[in-house]
């Protein structure tokens, strides 16, 4: 994935993201091609892996993986309309989109025994419910179950974090933004631009704002020297 450096998603946000069970989509290489499925994954950080499940008669799971896996992570994405940039009058322009996104690269285990596959499953859902409810269940019945899919996990050998959130444009520009996202609802794209997307597009603004005022001055002092010399 190709990430200009104001687009990289800070290590903290990509930390951050990793840490709560995640809903994306596991591209796997096989001999006829690759395969894809949407599925929950949690991250293992002690061990470095990200842990799913698949149905046993997938074939992303029933034939032998012969790369390493990508793991897709799109955390949210909007359309922006020129016509929400503060300075669009002045200088109009396109739409766009922005988005969070991240992709996890690594090698792909999948672990057949009904055993691994139900300690994967029991670790997803302990992120959210309490132990009595896979007890009400009941062990034998959650071992029959677990029959029928297969653990997978994909380690975490190389991690790109990408956020196009408007960090390019002119810091009034994405204060309109952030503004017509709180409008929306979309609130966590908003506070997202309103903690890193702004804090850079100002510092990016004021450094080219006195690169401009260097230039500037450097220009006046050759040309009074051009006029002292004429004289």
């Given at each position: 994935?190709?990430?200009?450096d104001?687009f990289?998603?800070p290590?903290?946000?990509?930390?951050?993201?990793?840490?709560?069970?995640?809903?994306a989509?596991?591209?796997?290489p096989?001999?006829?091609?690759?395969?894809?499925?949407?599925?929950?994954?949690?991250?293992?950080?002690e061990r470095?892996?990200?842990v799913?499940h698949?149905?046993?008669?997938?074939?992303q799971a029933?034939?032998?993986?012969?790369?390493e896996g990508?793991?897709?992570?799109?955390?949210?994405d909007?359309?922006v309309?020129?016509?929400?940039?503060a300075?669009?009058?002045?200088?109009?322009?396109?739409?766009?989109?922005d988005?969070?996104?991240?992709?996890?690269?690594?090698?792909v285990?999948?672990d057949?025994?009904p055993?691994?596959a139900?300690?994967?499953a029991r670790?997803?859902?302990?992120?959210?419910?309490d132990?009595e409810v896979l007890?009400a269940?009941g062990?034998?019945?959650?071992?029959?179950?677990a029959r029928a899919?297969?653990?997978?996990?994909?380690h975490?050998?190389?991690v790109v974090?990408?956020a196009?959130?408007?960090?390019?444009?002119?810091?009034?520009?994405v204060r309109?933004?952030?503004?017509?996202?709180?409008?929306?609802g979309?609130?966590?794209?908003?506070?997202?631009?309103?903690?890193?997307?702004l804090p850079?597009?100002?510092?990016?603004?004021a450094?080219?704002?006195?690169?401009?005022?260097?230039?500037?001055l450097?220009a006046?002092?050759?040309?009074?020297?051009?006029?002292?010399?004429?004289?």
């Open positions: 994935m190709h990430v200009p104001h990289v998603l290590q903290d946000h990509i930390d951050a993201l990793l840490s709560a069970p995640f809903f989509t596991l591209v796997t096989h001999e006829d091609g690759l395969q894809a499925t949407p599925v929950p994954f949690h991250h293992e950080a470095k892996v990200l799913t698949l149905q046993r008669i997938n074939p029933s034939t032998p993986v012969v790369g990508l793991v897709l992570v799109d955390r949210g909007a359309y309309s020129p016509r929400w940039y300075t669009n009058d002045a200088v109009p322009n396109v739409p766009t989109w988005y969070v996104t991240l992709q996890v690269r690594g090698r285990h999948v057949a025994s055993q691994a139900l300690r994967a670790a997803l859902t302990d992120r959210f419910e132990p007890e269940v062990e034998d019945k959650l071992a029959k179950m899919i297969v653990a997978v996990e994909v975490v050998d190389q974090g990408k196009k959130m408007s960090q390019n444009r002119h810091p009034d520009d309109s933004v952030i503004a017509h996202f709180e409008q929306v979309l609130s966590e794209l908003a506070a997202f631009m309103r903690e890193v997307s850079y597009a100002e510092a990016r603004f450094k080219i704002e006195s690169l401009r005022r260097v230039t500037a450097k006046r002092v050759t040309s009074a020297r051009d006029d002292g010399g004429q004289g």
